[in-house]
């Protein structure tokens, strides 16, 4: 449902920018400009290295700038994602657990126990992906927007108040989602009660107990103090946290064809250098959560107690054709032959 109040604080936000867009473009040096990126994290998370990095190449090899926007500067996912469709901003960092509202085929990425876990295979599968940057491109252009990258965050751990080792232990849990309906699906097979929130309100909602547990990557968990208000962490090995970068897409098609060369030259630079940061990034986390907080503890799940949860992903398969429909059913066949080419040539069963 349609938040009023939110949409005229969006629709200002967005008048606001748009008109120092032009501002800046009137004032600027021929053809230099200043492009606005926003992102659903920090500078200092991963996101933010992406961005930092983007922005570097960008303005070391050209008159443009790159103004990056955190989150929390612009509003959540959702509204910089409109925001970017609008063209107020010209690059969006917004990932499928909220965009798969937007393009549903997009949670193809959410889907437990599909993303394979071996990094190397990951890190050639969203570069060379002819599913992703094809066909789900195409969708994104559908949207107004033009799909730069994606890539992987690193996987995805739950942390909760009390200990998981089995779907069992999820019953009555409140756990917190991304936006998207099939992790609410996803959530509920796995036996705990989903509840879809956007990032702004995980925090608090933990701290007030109104939900018990949450799942991110563990630099995220580590950054954003989520072990303040959860006890347990469970790697259950069912995901890997996947972003994309998008650009509105009037603004895309209309850059010069230097301009979109060196758009590409510098999501390549950032991509290389995000795949390279996240290397050891989660032990580092882990590290730093356990001098933080001792008595948190941590659990890797064994194959014999991952396969409850394995078996959610039958369920899960059914709700996302039943979701996309041919579209749908298309991209999770060519998603899974694309997984394959990449553990192929990487030369792994990752
Ligand atoms: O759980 C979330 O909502 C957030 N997680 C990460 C790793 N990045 C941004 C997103 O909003």
New binding site residues.
């Given amino acids: 449902m349609t938040n009023p109040m939110k949409t005229r604080r969006r629709n200002l936000v967005a008048k606001t920018l748009a008109a120092t867009t032009a501002l800046t473009l009137l004032a600027g040096p021929a053809f230099a400009a200043e492009w606005k990126y926003a992102i659903?994290?920090a500078l200092e998370?991963?996101?933010g290295v992406y961005a930092t990095k983007f922005k570097e190449h960008i303005e070391a090899n050209s008159d443009h700038t790159v103004a990056i926007f955190p989150?929390g500067t612009l509003g959540e996912?959702a509204d910089t994602t409109e925001l970017a469709q609008m063209g107020a901003i010209q690059f969006v960092d917004a990932?499928p657990?909220?965009t798969g509202s937007l393009i549903p085929e997009l949670q193809v990425f959410l889907m437990p126990y599909v993303l394979p876990e071996d990094p190397d295979v990951l890190a050639d599968f969203y570069k060379t992906s002819p599913t992703i940057n094809e066909d789900l491109a195409e969708l994104y252009e559908a949207q107004s927007l033009h799909l730069i990258d994606m890539f992987p965050?690193g996987e995805v751990v739950m942390t909760t108040k009390e200990p998981v080792t089995s779907p069992a232990d999820l019953e009555g849990v409140k756990f917190r989602v991304?936006t998207t309906p099939l992790l609410v699906e996803t959530y509920n097979a796995f036996g705990a009660t989903a509840t879809p929130l956007?990032?702004g309100e995980?925090f608090s909602g933990l701290q007030l107990n109104m939900i018990q547990g949450?799942?991110?990557?563990m630099f995220?968990v580590e950054s954003t103090k989520m072990y303040e208000v959860t006890d347990h962490i469970t790697f259950t090995g069912h995901n890997t946290?996947t972003?994309a970068v998008a650009a509105n897409k009037s603004f895309y098609d209309g850059l010069s064809d230097e301009d979109k060369a060196l758009v590409t030259e510098a999501a390549d630079a950032a991509y290389d250098y995000i795949i390279d940061y996240q290397k050891g990034l989660e032990d580092e986390a882990l590290a730093k959560i356990q001098e933080a907080k001792p008595s948190m503890t941590v659990t890797r799940l064994t194959d014999e107690q991952r396969e409850p949860f394995r078996k959610a992903d039958e369920q899960v398969r059914e709700k996302f054709v039943e979701m996309t429909g041919d579209s749908g059913k298309a991209v999770l066949d060519g998603f899974e032959a694309d997984i394959k080419a990449s553990q192929e040539r990487v030369g792994s069963g990752g």
């Fill in positions: 659903e994290e998370e991963v996101q989150f996912s990932s657990g909220f965050e991304m956007p990032w995980t949450q799942e991110n990557p995220f946290f972003t």
